[in-house]
């Protein structure tokens, strides 16, 4: 979904441009029958709302059919991995550390704001905008992922405890674990909508 928000500012021909955050990765997930169940009970819903032929639709089918099958073969894990690719699985890392420089390929001023709290799906749209020249992070750093991702949870039968279970781990993510983006223009001061709002306008008007 971040990619098609900035294919809507930058437009397609320039997102397509930005190097690939996961060149030739892969993906292990971990096969068992509670992880199948997982992401059929959320994936009807998914494509009912992004569509049958969106982007996360054709994502879920594809873990969903991966797992299955994997399951039916009695084996432990699957590799989900692009079959045009079979070099080894790069060591990855250091993706935060390359972004472009130069002038923006568009007329306006792009920000980014961060609280300091952008993890997961919001680092996966920063893995966008900002590898695109002229796209300025302000406020804080971001925060950063490990490799190990879409976790369930279980309740212990006891009642007294529940237990976190990611499903899958990344290899060779280009982005490292933990990596964060660090801020262009830094921020600290205290975080209220007005104080910062105001902090905001100022650095647009300035530059």
């Not at 997102?15 to 690939?20: K, N, T």
């Not at 992880?35 to 054709?58: H, S, T």
């Not at 420089?101 to 609280?115: D, E, K, M, T």
Request: net charge neutral.
């Amino acid at each position: 979904m971040g990619a098609e928000i900035a294919r809507a500012v930058w437009g397609a021909e320039i997102v397509s441009a930005i190097p690939e955050s996961n060149p030739g990765g892969a993906t292990d997930w971990r096969v068992s029958r509670g992880n199948l169940d997982y992401i059929d009970g959320f994936a009807p819903e998914l494509i009912a709302q992004f569509g049958e032929q969106a982007q996360v639709a054709i994502w879920v089918r594809a873990v969903r059919d991966g797992l299955a099958q994997t399951l039916a073969r009695g084996e432990p894990m699957w590799r989900q991995r692009d079959s045009a690719v079979d070099t080894p699985v790069p060591q990855g890392g250091g993706y935060t550390q390359r972004r472009p420089q130069g002038p923006s390929p568009i007329p306006a001023r792009v920000y980014l704001l961060s609280n300091g709290t952008c993890a997961s799906a919001c680092l996966d749209f920063a893995d966008v905008v900002l590898h695109i020249p002229g796209t300025q992070l302000i406020g804080m750093d971001t925060s950063g992922d490990g490799l190990l991702m879409e976790v369930r949870d279980r309740v212990l039968p006891s009642g007294l405890a529940r237990v976190v279970l990611p499903l899958k781990v990344y290899r060779g993510r280009a982005r490292g674990a933990l990596e964060a983006y660090r801020a262009d223009v830094p921020y600290d001061g205290v975080w209220d909508d007005l104080t910062v709002r105001n902090w905001t306008i100022g650095i647009v008007t300035r530059q």
